[in-house]
Structure formats: structure tokens, C-alpha cells
């Protein structure tokens, strides 16, 4: 799918939300004949697609992540999302909290005499790339192997061209091929040798005497690279962008870190790292007010839901006083992110100890934040910062 024509500027893409607020008021429900799909602005219309998944479908024909939950309706997603959940429980994710601190003082480390640093390449990038590795089973020895082909897994393009968007898909490709071979290796070790990670507890798992088989477990390993990694750096990247542009919010949550797990939520909500999720018609439907006919591709603005004035008070201010905070940037129903708490806890843990580590954290003059040019993904490509230390 190609970005809209209304956010085609760089400046627009770091910054889209009056365009959406504009859309939202103007056409809350449209098809936009350019890119063939249907646009849906307001909380409540997107909440309604979310809750209805007999009505919207989530199966895709092609590309990386066919086969797994995310592209699958019930009943087999029904049955397939009850087997990951318990092997994805909230317990397997705490006890990732001291690994993931450990991680984060070590990556901190490497740049904390230098006073300053690319947050995306020092910290946001390799922390969920090494924790979802540890999480997975993958040895410590092809950690590196492993970073380099599912950054490939998620590289945008370059640019908004065409010929860039072939070349991503292309790379993207070779990449998907390339990790698949290497799952399905510790797949059939781990059959042999159970140990005590994901991959082994997929294996073992079973609902009314039935298994995953060896090929479902294979995508459900991708899907968690292509879901967990690019999208658990943007809403650190996003959070820190944040802070950076308002010293106030930098300032409360510093001098009151019990603070940060809300600091998460209002980032989610007001930068979302997925800003759409994209669902199709199963039959003729009705989404306010407007008829959309059986199999068309709908496209639900999180990030225009989320600033919806009948849903939130004063839905542009960021602030750490919302008593509830029910956005959508995890999704809703029976998609909900299998991958919130984890992704929540390494958002936690890493601006915690950001803010604990260094004085101040400051964007660098004279740099323009380059957004990724994605209509999915919201986030920037680096975000240079001067810090000064405790
Ligand atoms: C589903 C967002 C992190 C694994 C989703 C969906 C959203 C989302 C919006 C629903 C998509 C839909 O309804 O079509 C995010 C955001 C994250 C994040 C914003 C980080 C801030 C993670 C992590 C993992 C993960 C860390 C795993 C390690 C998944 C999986 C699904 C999913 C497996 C599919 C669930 C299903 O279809 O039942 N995520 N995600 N996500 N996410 Fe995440």
C-alpha cells in the first residue's frame, strides 16, 4: 500500500496529526481512489471494525507474515492464539526484566563517556532484537547473525519511490528465506533437546491433544521478529522524541520515575508506533454511515483514533494525568498484541534507566529528524541526542 497524498512531506510525516484531525472532522469515512482502500478516522468506527472480525478479515494473500495469527481468522486463529498464549505468559515476561536491564546499562555503557548518541542505533535498535533472541533460544554466538537478518526483515525503503519499495520488498525476501532456514535448524534441535525457551515450549504446547506443527511454530518465530523488533524501538524512539521536544514532561518524569509506565501510555497514544491496521470487508457492510461493499481493503487510523475529542480531553496535550488511557496502538480484541506487556516492560525499563543514567537529554541542533516513510509505521530513522551525566 502507498502513503496518502495528504501526508507525503517529510515534514507532514513527523508530524501528520492535524492532517488526520482535518480528515477526521472533514471525511471521517472515505475511499481514496488513488490507493484503492477506504479510510476510517474516527474512535469510534475503528473500535467497531476492531470488535468485528466477522465482519473485517484479517487473512492477507501474501508476503512474510502469511501463515501467522496476525493474518488468520477464527476459528483456526481462535485455536492457534490459545497455544502461543501459553507459551507467551505475563510470568515468561517478567522474568525477562533483569535481562533487560542488564542490556540496557551495557548498551548505555558503550556511549556514556561520549555525551552523545543515535537512540535508534544505541539503545531502541538492538535492545528488542537481543531480548526477543534470548526469549527465542537463539545462542549468544549468532546474536549477531541474527540482528543483521531481521534488521533486514524490517528495513524500510529508502525513499517513497517505487522502484525503493521493490527493493525493500526484494531484500526483505532474501531476508525471510535466509531466517527461516536458520529457525528451522534450532526448531529440529530443540525437538530432540527441549531446553527452557520459547521456541521449545511452542514445541511442547498442546490444546485438546493437538500441536503446533513445525512449519506453524516456523511463522509464529518470524511473526515475532517482524511484530516485536521495529515496532518496540519506535515507541522507545517516540518517547524519547517526546521528552526532547517537552523539557516539562522530561523534567516530571525524571524527578518521579514511578511515572514512566504512564509516560509509555501517553506515548503510545499520542505517537503511535503501528498508526494503521488494515482490515477487509467479508460481506457488504455499514461504517458510519457509509455502505463499503464485500471484499474491500479498509484501513482503521489508529493515530487519528486516538486524538478522536469524543473519546479523549484535550486529545493534543501529552500528559501523564489520564486516569484512563484506552488508545488503540496495540490493537483490539481478539488481535490484541500478544507482545503489549513485553513490549510495555522494555519501553519501562529503558527510559528508567535513560533517565537515571544522564542529567538531560537534548535533541542535537541543526538536525532534522528523517521520518520512515511507511504508511504503517510511525517513527524516525535516528534521533541524535547530547546528554550530560548524573
Ligand atoms: C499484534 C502493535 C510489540 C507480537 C499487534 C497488533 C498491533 C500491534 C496494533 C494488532 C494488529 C491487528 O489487529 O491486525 C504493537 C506495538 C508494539 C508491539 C505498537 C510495540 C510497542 C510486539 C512485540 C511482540 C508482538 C514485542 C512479540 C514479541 C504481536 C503478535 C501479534 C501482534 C504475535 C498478533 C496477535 C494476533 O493476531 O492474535 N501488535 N506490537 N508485538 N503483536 Fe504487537
Redesign the pocket.
Known sequence: LIPMSEIASNADQLFPFPIFNSLRQKTPVRYDEARSCWDVFRYEDVHYI?KNPKLFS?ERGSGTLQGS??TMDPPR?TKM?NLVNKAFTPKAVKDLKNKIEEVTLYLLDQVNEKGTMDLVHNLAGPL?VII?AELLGVPAKDRDLFKTYSDVLVAGAKDNSNEAFQRMAQKRKEGSEFIKEYFKKIILERKVNPEEDLISLLLAAKIDGEKLTEEEVLSFCV??LV??NE??TN?ITNAVRYMTEDKNIQEQARTNLPLIPKLVEET?RFY???QA?GRVTKEQVKVGGKTIQKGEQVICWVASANRDEQKFAEPDRFTLERKLNPHL???FG???????P??RLEAEVALVTLLSTFAKLEGVKGTELEAIPSPFVFGVKRLPLKFTRQ
Request: proline share 9%; charged share 5%.
Open positions: 476492531l484479517s495469527i496476525l486463529h492464539r528488542p526477543i511473526l515475532l511484530a516485536g515496532t518496540t515507541l503510545l503511535p508506533p503501528i491496521i496502538s496495540f490493537g481478539i488481535h490484541f498484541c500478544l507482545g503489549a513485553l513490549a
